[in-house]
């Protein structure tokens, strides 16, 4: 199982990186995660940003 270190404004997240679904766009610099089974997350960073993370693992 790989995990994603993901920060957020109100904390920071470990994601298993396969349950990731979906990232959209939100306000201020911010990127909203779908994670299969559960809520969206709001993370810090642009969609690229992100993607980069989830790639690099």
Partial sequence: MKFVALDS????YLVVASNIAWLRAAENGQTT???VGGQPLLVTGTIEEVAQKILAG
């Avoid at 404004?9 to 920071?12: D, P, Q, W």
């Fill in 9 to 12: 404004r109100g904390g920071n």
């Fill in 33 to 35: 995660v779908g994670v």
